[in-house]
């Protein structure tokens, strides 16, 4: 036990941060330049637009637009589907991301061939499967308006049908990462004593807790803005049914363009903050890669 | 606390791993799982472990048939390959997992169980390191701090799959020597998986020479360099005698590399 063992870490040669090679300085300006342009014409512009609309009026008729008892129900219930579309998405997620990263079943490639379905198929078909199956004319209509349950053009249908387009944020951020990692510390885990639960707990998701978050972020930010499906089962209720997104689309038809765009800037608003978290968490989860 | 394998079966698919493998090994020996990659030894360490199930024959722990036992409550040390070092814990967090997971009246208080992190980290001399990251280690660093893990729980026995298969020429030799002083003073019951002839024969007391899903030669060292029992055994250990024959497949290390420079040749990439 007194052998001197001298180990050193293998110094790592600092990599070169500029590459030496470079285009001409025209031809540099002129692509970025080009990128430039396209930004701001495609992503900048349409954001200034939405809050310039939503200003045009003064900020008074823009706090009156969401002051109005339909624009906040419609907030009221966007945050609801959310809500509870997110956390069950994310328990779904982990235990799907375990089951396909961790461990070989029969089966496999089809779960995650599923998983990716809501992304495959457009969104108004995922509304109406929600109206097939629960609809007056559905399969089990008849029953649940029989049992006085409804589903279809009321807030269960708007959960519903938010949970099945947010389905595969949470899982497909997660399998790939859980996939490389592999199994290894989960086994050593297991050989030290730890049970499922202390396994899944201290070792599984610590190690993806980046990962998750970001899908969380993404998970949340479609569940509050998703139109499609959402509009084929809500019925469009004012003050009932309607998500904000929806909100926004009866106030552009009615040419109510200041409401309107008020409500769109929320929406503009979330979308900008989700950015930022984004940003946030890919640069934390850098720094502790490195 | 001896092991014993009954009629080791285990099939992969179409594939054969272990063929009806036998084998005893006494209290407070330092055996070696000698052989080709393919030839199922890793396969009966895990088996032996809890890792992986047998389709048939038994395990036997101190004379106690162990196979049904799940691998958290066996008892066994398991050191892997790629150490498995849990990324996101200091080290101290590392080796205390094991002691952190046990039920609340089983678990050591929290001061005890620190004493016992330091008294590990002396033991594999990474004092004063406790609060670094796996990632801020070297490989041979990373392979002793999953050996102090392994130890913590004070294991029956230690199996570890190919140790230093991971770690450049030089710490695998240092570490080498070290493995058997530190068996030398624990003289816990281990089991090593390796495909280097030299290190089976330097560091085990008894050599297990494995090929094709089953054991082609049981011995001492000496045992199996006079009196090699099949011509296996004697081909395999005739390859120049030794890890060369793997390093050369390896890129070259910091001591090869050197000695290229010297004799003006480019360095092989």
Redesign the interface.
């Known amino acids: 036990?007194s052998?001197a063992?001298t180990?050193?870490?293998?110094a790592t040669a600092p990599r070169p941060t500029t590459s030496t090679i470079e285009e001409a300085a025209w031809v540099r300006w002129l692509l970025i330049g080009a990128a430039l342009a396209f930004l701001v014409v495609f992503l900048f512009l349409p954001l200034v637009a939405v809050f310039t609309e939503a200003l045009r009026k003064g900020a008074g008729a823009f706090f009156t637009a969401l002051g109005d008892p339909d624009a906040r129900a419609a907030i009221r219930l966007t945050f609801i589907a959310a809500a509870i579309a997110v956390p069950l998405n994310l328990v779904f997620g982990v235990a799907a991301a375990w089951a396909i990263g961790k461990f070989s079943f029969p089966g496999k490639s089809l779960l995650i061939t599923l998983i990716d379905l809501p992304f495959a198929v457009s969104p108004v078909i995922s509304g109406l499967v929600y109206v097939l199956l629960f609809g007056l004319q559905g399969w089990i209509g008849p029953w649940l308006r029989d049992h006085d349950v409804k589903i279809i053009f009321a807030v269960p249908g708007i959960v519903l049908a938010t949970i099945f387009v947010t389905f595969p944020f949470v899982a497909r951020e997660l399998i790939p990462l859980m996939q490389a990692q592999g199994s290894?510390?989960e086994?050593?885990?297991?050989?030290?004593?730890?049970?499922g639960w202390?396994t899944l707990w201290?070792?599984t998701l610590?190690?993806v807790k980046w990962a998750l978050l970001y899908g969380v972020i993404l998970c949340n930010a479609r569940a509050m803005g998703e139109f499609g499906a959402v509009s084929v089962v809500s019925g469009h209720i004012r003050g009932e049914t309607n998500t904000l997104p929806l909100h926004v689309e009866i106030l552009y038809n009615e040419y109510n363009f200041v409401a309107a765009f008020a409500c769109a800037s929320l929406l503009a608003l979330l979308a900008l903050v989700t950015l930022a978290l984004k940003a946030f968490v890919e640069s934390r989860s850098r720094q502790?890669t490195l | 606390m001896s092991i014993e394998v009954q009629n080791i079966t285990r099939q992969f698919g179409a594939y054969t791993a272990l063929d009806g493998v036998d084998l005893k090994i006494e209290t407070g020996e330092l055996v070696s799982l000698l052989g080709p990659s393919g030839s199922g030894k890793t396969t009966l360490l895990r088996i032996i472990a809890g890792l992986e199930r047998t389709d048939t024959g038994r395990v036997l722990l101190h004379g106690e048939d162990a196979t049904d036992i799940p691998i958290r409550e066996r008892r066994v040390g398991f050191v892997f390959q790629h150490y498995a070092l849990f990324r996101h814990m200091s080290v101290f967090k590392n080796i205390a997992f094991g002691l952190n997971v046990r039920p609340r009246r089983e678990r050591p208080s929290k001061a005890s169980i620190r004493n016992r992190v330091h008294e590990l980290l002396r033991l594999v001399q990474l004092d004063g390191l406790g609060d670094r990251y796996p990632a801020q280690l070297s490989g041979g660093q990373r392979q002793r701090v999953a050996l102090a893990r392994a130890l913590a729980i004070e294991p029956r026995v230690l199996l570890l799959d190919e140790p230093f298969g991971a770690l450049d020429a030089r710490v695998r030799r240092d570490l080498r020597g070290w493995l058997k002083r530190l068996h030398e003073e624990l003289h816990i019951t281990s089991v090593f998986v390796t495909h280097d002839q030299e290190e089976a024969l330097e560091v085990a007391s008894r050599v297990v020479v494995m090929n094709h899903a089953r054991i082609e030669q049981i011995g001492t060292p000496a045992e199996i360099l006079s009196r090699p029992a099949t011509p296996f055994v004697r081909d395999f250990l005739g390859q120049d005698r030794g890890g060369e024959s793997v390093e050369s497949l390896r890129p070259p290390g910091r001591a090869d590399f050197a000695l290229g420079l010297l004799t003006g040749a480019a360095p092989r990439s």
Do not use: F, R, T, W
């Open positions: 036990m052998a063992i180990l050193k870490p293998l290894d510390e086994q050593a885990a297991v050989s030290l004593g730890a049970n202390q201290h070792v610590p190690n502790e």
